[in-house]
């Protein structure tokens, strides 16, 4: 699947979408052609096209070396970008949750829902290969969802992201979690543009899950302990799964909870809420700053 | 997985430099990839072969250039070469590294016609 847009093999719809075509946003980035419909509608689900890029060989002339130095990843990044500064205007606070399939992130995003959605703007975007299950369960507690099929991609990317903003009214000053799909690897690479980055990790998985998916554990900034209601079941080893995340990543903050008890979870919306306000409040310092800047010339 | 991705990112970003530079195929790619930065290299290759079938760089060889990987240890106060995310500083031991180099994951060079 392309990085930019999801074409190709993948087959990526985002619900709701209601145009076939591939015109209703700029494509003028590609230098590829697209000889296919590459968003496909099917009822509210939306589904990003599929079929290769094309290019044609034209004239052969004589070989050159060309310098061009170009990170690969240059077009998801410039995505997440105009989404980071998309969800600033609004002051909207992201948060992009990896994790393994099955350690619990739609039954915490329920029961996190459940807690904040009286007071505070709420939307989810929720990625899985298949299915809209999870943003029905999510729309089960009032809050819109987006459901972004990403066929057989493995990871959601900030091209789909940005097309699932599209859905969305009025958010502003709002959290949106974005669900990513359930794997450790992929996502770790694909900026969507969150402020943060959150792992959840289940007490029902092995406590060395830093040390073997290291780039997840890397790129968050929170790790959350989730099902540790189970703990007296198991032999998970609490210190040693935080010492082992704090290896691959000396800054990350752990919390230890269940969503279904409720334990900790105290403790989790109270990070929600400082970082929340933590990043308006640097808007509104820069902002300041930029302000004084400009008085300074009058 | 998501080395196909990448491959597909390699293809755009050969198409649009195709019209700046003014190329009509790609016969070699050198790429930098740093031990860090979450690339197989042989399924990248793999993939690499798949995705450029009907594209400017079609039959392209691929070379990958393999950079080393360093941190800057906040015990030593100096960069020391690493390998893993999750390795040690090689001189005291501290995992209070913060990597500097080996992430990275760009095309260096084309050899184009």
């Known amino acids: 699947m392309c990085t930019v847009c999801g074409c190709s093999e993948g087959n990526v719809r985002i619900e709701g979408e209601l145009s076939h075509s591939h015109e209703h946003h700029s494509h003028d980035h590609h230098t590829h052609s697209h000889d296919h419909d590459v968003i496909d509608e099917q009822g509210d689900n939306l589904h990003f096209g599929k079929g290769p890029a094309h290019a044609h060989v034209a004239g052969m002339s004589q070989s050159r070396m060309v310098q061009i130095e170009q990170d690969i990843l240059v077009k998801n990044d410039r995505y997440a970008a105009i989404n980071r500064a998309r969800f600033e205007a609004q002051s909207l606070f992201v948060l992009n949750l990896v994790s393994s399939p099955g350690s619990g992130k739609t039954t915490l995003l329920t029961e996190t829902i459940n807690r904040i959605k009286s007071e505070r703007k709420v939307a989810v975007i929720e990625g899985d290969q298949q299915t809209a299950n999870d943003a029905d369960r999510i729309r089960e507690t ?3 969802a987006i459901q972004v099929n990403t066929g057989k991609g493995c990871h959601l990317d900030a091209h789909m992201v940005g097309h699932a903003m599209d859905k969305f009214t009025d958010l502003e000053g709002g959290i949106l979690f974005i669900e990513n799909v359930g794997n450790l690897v992929c996502p770790a690479a694909f900026d969507l543009g969150e402020a943060h980055k959150v792992a959840i990790l289940s007490v029902t998985e092995g406590e060395d899950k830093p040390l073997k998916y290291p780039d997840m554990f890397h790129a968050a900034e929170l790790m959350i302990l989730n099902k540790v209601d189970l703990l007296p079941h198991l032999s998970f080893d609490v210190e040693k799964c935080i010492e082992f ?8 903050k752990v919390i ?14 109270e990070w929600l809420d400082q970082n929340r306000k933590g990043m308006i409040q640097n808007r509104i310092d820069q902002l300041a700053a930029e302000m004084n800047k400009f008085k300074a010339l009058i | 997985m998501h080395e196909m991705s990448i491959a597909e990112g390699i293809i755009q970003v050969l198409e649009e430099q195709a019209t700046e530079q003014s190329y009509q195929k790609v016969k070699t790619v050198w790429l930098e990839i740093g031990p860090l930065a979450m690339i197989e290299t042989e399924a990248l290759s793999f993939c690499f072969e ?25 015990q030593c106060l100096k960069n020391v070469p690493i390998s893993q995310r999750y390795d040690s500083c090689p001189e005291c031991g501290s995992h209070q590294l913060q990597v500097v ?12 016609e």
């Not at chain 1, 995340?245 to 990350?252: D, H, S, T």
């Not at chain 2, 079938?53 to 990958?64: M, Y």
């Not at chain 2, 180099?101 to 184009?112: F, N, Q, S, T, Y």
Request: aromatic share 4%; hydrophobic share 40%; with cysteine.
């Open chain 1, 256 to 269: 230890q909870l269940s969503a279904t008890s409720g334990e900790g979870m105290s403790e989790w919306i």
């Open chain 1, 142 to 144: 009032g809050v819109p």
């Open chain 2, 50 to 74: 798949a995705v450029t079938r009907d594209t400017l760089a079609e039959r392209a060889t691929l070379h990958i250039i393999n950079t080393t990987g360093e941190a800057f240890c906040m």
């Open chain 2, 101 to 112: 180099a080996g992430d990275e994951m760009r095309i260096k060079e084309l050899e184009v």
């Open chain 1, 245 to 252: 995340a704090r290896q691959v990543n000396p800054e990350i």
